[in-house]
């Protein structure tokens, strides 16, 4: 196959469903009696409408999302802790943890359990995607190729869906068509550079701007990629800290039944709770709702609420892919 | 007689029948659906194909031996309907602000990318060819259909499948062209 055909396959072998599984309501609306029988003409044309009119349908799922969205509360009676004591407790954990040594030829592991949620605001139930169990080996100095494999969760037997995250070298990262190579940038941390002072860390968070915003997107992305680095990782809780708007949600879960206490910021387009266990304050994943969606030329447009949440189960530096511990 | 036009002349008499098409074809359908439109509007798009299907089995033509490129060409006619729906899935593929905040997976489109430099121009591209080019090029990269069957599919001559998929190969390759820092491709 020609190389821009392999990429386009490529791109389609992406965006395939993840677990060759057909919805589950589908063969009965197909198949049923009633539903084989001819359709209400009223009915097509709603969803014709609702598609057609994207402003006015944009206008109304903003309203409906407007609201507090509210991902895992649950709500014990007690008051909820100050948002300084949670920054504290878990900075303090997490700079408590013995830094893990980790060799620049070396392998960042992170296991973790992802759950997507979609809710388009019509009749039809949620569509969940997963539980996924998710395995990536992230390189070290990022100049090796990683790689990310999935599968769902309850289903050990289901085949591994595997994704290579090219190693970012001298710049250029290589593509599926060895004759395009693209230019890069190091993974975030890679280079070994980022902070673990306190007011350095909120300087890095602001680097590309000042909008709290950012900052907030940069520290849970630091977050997360930091997981072996435990001076890092307690510079970072602390400098959320001093993000304005950031607060506390107690009795939250993630996406492993995990009960933790979460620092959460909502922002126009989305609202994330970063996720630490309720008794030690270990930092254990994300919930995250996308509210809105820019597009590339800077419009926004309202999403189905798309509610993202990924525990992580295990963090180790490993000397090769497939190493686990 | 084939196996799918014995279900489909079955199917008149038997509506049950008319299962045995769906098992053969429904993932392959909904799968090329999924890719096009995401999760929320391929279930929609499958099952009206399978309605329209079974709406016409009363006329199908017993010496088409193979359905999947009739059922191809029902579904691409759906999809046509949606095409503001295909044009926001393709927006949103494209890695946004909003999503940049967790890592990858939080965007599970872009924790597959090999090269995310690639995908987003690749992306732009497929959003910005005509439907008739875009349906051939897909079609026959997403589905592994032969000219004769995409031809069938979409009703169309088989020098228009050339020339479609000539012309949407060549907006392609000028996007990746401008990103290929290589020169060599």
Redesign the interface.
């Known amino acids: 196959m020609?190389?821009?055909?392999r990429?386009?396959?490529?791109?389609?072998e992406?965006?395939?469903?993840?677990t060759?599984a057909?919805?589950a309501?589908?063969?009965r609306?197909?198949?049923s009696?009633p539903?084989?029988a001819?359709?209400p003409r009223s009915w097509v044309s709603s969803?014709?409408w609702q598609?057609?009119l994207?402003g006015a349908a944009a206008a109304a799922a903003i309203a409906a999302i407007t609201g507090p969205v509210v991902i895992t509360h649950s709500g014990d009676g007690r008051p909820p802790p100050a948002t300084v004591d949670v920054v504290r407790l878990a900075s303090e954990r997490a700079a408590a943890v013995p830094a893990a040594i980790a060799w620049p030829d070396q392998f960042i592991y992170t296991e973790?359990v992802?759950l997507?949620r979609?809710i388009?605001g019509r009749s039809?139930p949620p569509?969940d995607?997963g539980p996924l169990l998710?395995r990536?080996w992230r390189s070290v100095n990022g100049t090796h190729d990683g790689l990310?494999r999935?599968r769902p969760r309850d289903q050990p037997a289901a085949a591994w869906?595997d994704?290579?995250?090219?190693g970012c070298r001298d710049g250029?990262?290589?593509?599926?068509?060895p004759?395009?190579?693209?230019?890069?940038m190091p993974d975030l941390g890679s280079d070994g550079s980022l902070p673990v002072d306190v007011d350095a860390m909120l300087a890095y968070l602001r680097r590309s701007g000042t909008s709290d915003d950012?900052a907030?997107?940069?520290a849970?992305?630091v977050l997360?990629?930091s997981q072996h680095a435990s001076a890092v990782q307690a510079a970072v809780v602390a400098a959320i800290g001093r993000i304005p708007g950031i607060t506390v949600r107690p009795g939250v879960v993630d996406a492993a039944g995990r009960p933790g206490v979460a620092l959460a910021y909502r922002?126009r387009?989305?609202e994330?709770e970063l996720v630490f266990d309720a008794s030690t304050y270990a930092y254990l994943g994300?919930n995250?709702t996308?509210?809105?969606?820019?597009?590339?030329n800077q419009a926004t447009?309202p999403?189905?609420r798309i509610l993202?949440r990924?525990a992580v189960e295990h963090v180790a530096i490993v000397d090769s892919i497939g190493s686990v511990r | 007689m084939g196996v799918d036009a014995e279900s489909m002349r079955a199917a008149r008499t038997d509506p049950d029948r008319f299962a045995d098409l769906y098992d053969r074809y429904a993932a392959q359908l909904y799968h090329y659906a999924y890719q096009r439109v995401g999760a929320q509007t391929a279930e929609d798009v499958v099952a009206d194909t399978f309605l329209a299907a079974f709406a016409q089995r009363d006329s199908y033509d017993p010496k088409r031996l193979d359905a999947r490129p009739w059922l191809f060409g029902i579904l691409t006619r759906k999809l046509a309907r949606h095409f503001r729906a295909e044009k926001t899935h393709y927006r949103a593929l494209l890695r946004t602000p909003a999503e940049s905040a967790v890592d990858g997976h939080a965007d599970r489109v872009a924790a597959r990318v090999a090269a995310s430099a690639v995908r987003a121009p690749l992306v732009a591209a497929l959003g910005k060819l005509s439907a008739g080019d875009r349906d051939v090029l897909l079609l026959i990269a997403w589905c592994d259909f032969s000219y004769d069957e995409v031809a069938r599919a979409l009703d169309i001559p088989l020098g228009t499948v050339r020339s479609r998929l000539n012309r949407a190969r060549r907006k392609v390759r000028a996007v990746l062209g401008d990103i290929d820092p290589t020169g060599e491709a």
């Open positions: 020609e190389p821009d055909l990429l386009v396959r490529e791109l389609g992406q965006l395939a469903p993840p060759g057909l919805p309501d589908l063969r609306r197909v198949l009696a539903v084989r001819p359709r969803r014709i598609t057609a994207v973790s992802v997507y979609t388009d039809t569509a995607d998710v990536e990310v999935e869906r994704a290579t995250v090219a250029y990262q290589s593509t599926a068509v004759e395009w190579r693209v230019p890069c950012q907030f997107d940069n849970a992305r997360y990629v922002s387009d989305a994330t994300v995250r996308i509210l809105r969606r820019t597009t590339p447009e999403a189905s993202i990924q």
